[in-house]
């Protein structure tokens, strides 16, 4: 190989590529050798870890990444804890088919927040809809969890130990909405944290402070009759009909299973993306356990030397992304013939990692919410081989917007992330003790492979 190829740096050789491919339009390419990043020359690279020059080289080339550029902020009168979308490409829309779709530009917002109220918001960050007080029979406490179920259907949860259905309706021009209450959860006993979702078999997964993983149904016939020991007491239930008048009273259900053998508060929890018979779950006691639901049965096990407080998969590679209280994410594979339990460790965050989400572009990438008031940006192909096994480093850092200027807080005083998704159409959603609903670019941030 000529001496002027090892000098060859990402734009040579993307145009290189884009000519062997004769590509109409030029393609900008990023290049990965052994799992990393070029971002050097050839020669470079090669000084660096020590390879010969004779030595033949396996480079992968992707599309270029692009920046998750800042896109808008919805500001709350209190802490936003979660947020969710609805658009014509999200799990709610695809699982309603045509009657669910939102066309580009016309998805919606999901928020919860400690204020106790959840609110729907256009893409103008107006709000169409917000739910009912504590008086008027919404939530009594500040709220954790929200999920649209459908597109006309939303569940929340929070400190108040309940989970809510709501009805959502829009006008037919989408310039005002209404949210009404249709059934209201009761089973565990402490603040239920996290909420997944399953529409097409009408269920819900709700992790709890109770050590406990609930299996709920949305349906109102199929679900049991609810545990008269924690509904709510005989004079607060005389109290709000003074208050909001009987016709206002809304059906109590209770749990179709609890889930038990965490030993400590359940952190988070989701179906498995290719079977919604099974879970998997998270907790404070450094486990992940996988449950078969037919038979309320934990199946496995996984235990780790922290706490665990979010989980996320990555179902192309078989693997579940775990956030942790130690400030990193540990990539685990579920899977009974797995001899180890950690695939990789992603590290940068410099605070707890309590909200994860897959990349809908990408089966390599994910981003990660903290409580250091940051989210980041993860290429799982980009790591490297230390003493203690692979590590990843982030490709992007997204600080929040209400803090610049104001210098880099390590902890993230006033402005920990607590919740974000990733939705093709509607970019990076995040929530944070800054009171906002922040949007960033979503789309093109990890490449894939090109064919």
Known sequence: ?????????????????????????????????????????????????GISAETTLTVEYVRAIIPPLYLAS????????????????????????????????????????????????????????????ASS???????????????THIASSGLDRTIRLWKYSEDVEGFSASLSRQIELYGQKGSIDSL????PSSRILSASADHSIGLWSTKKSDAP???????????SRSSKRRKVGPATSTPQRGPLALLKSHTAPASDTIFAPNDHTVAYSTSWDHSLKTWDLPTSTCVDTRSTSHSLLSLTALPSLNLIAVGT????????????????????????????VVSLATDPESAYGLVSGSQDGTCRVWDVRSSKSEKEGRVGESMYCIERESAKGQGRKVGGEGVKVFGVCWDKDVGIVSAGEDKRVQINRGKGIVGEKVP
């Open 196 to 199: 997944a979702v399953h529409q």
């Open 325 to 352: 209280i130690a400030r990193h994410i540990t990539l685990i594979d579920p899977r009974a013939s797995a001899t180890t339990i950690s695939a990789m460790t992603l590290r940068g965050h410099t605070n707890a």
């Open 137 to 151: 029979g919404g939530h009594a406490s500040s709220i954790k969890a929200t999920k649209f179920i459908s597109p």
């Open 74 to 133: 919805f500001e709350h009168d209190d802490w936003v804890s979660s947020v969710d979308v609805l658009s014509e490409t999200s799990s709610a829309g695809r699982w309603e088919g045509s009657a669910g779709k939102k066309a580009a530009g016309q998805g919606r917002i999901l928020s919860g927040s400690y204020d106790g109220l959840i609110r729907i918001w256009n893409m103008s960050s107006e709000v169409l809809a917000t739910s009912s007080s």
């Open 225 to 235: 009759t609810a545990p008269s020991s924690l509904l709510p007491s005989a004079a």
């Open 1 to 49: 190989m000529a001496t002027e190829t090892f000098d060859l740096r990402r734009y040579a050789l993307s145009t290189l590529v884009n000519t062997l491919l004769q590509s109409e339009k030029p393609i900008p390419f990023e290049f990965l050798i052994s799992g990393s990043f070029l971002r050097t020359s050839l020669d470079e690279y090669l000084t660096a870890n």
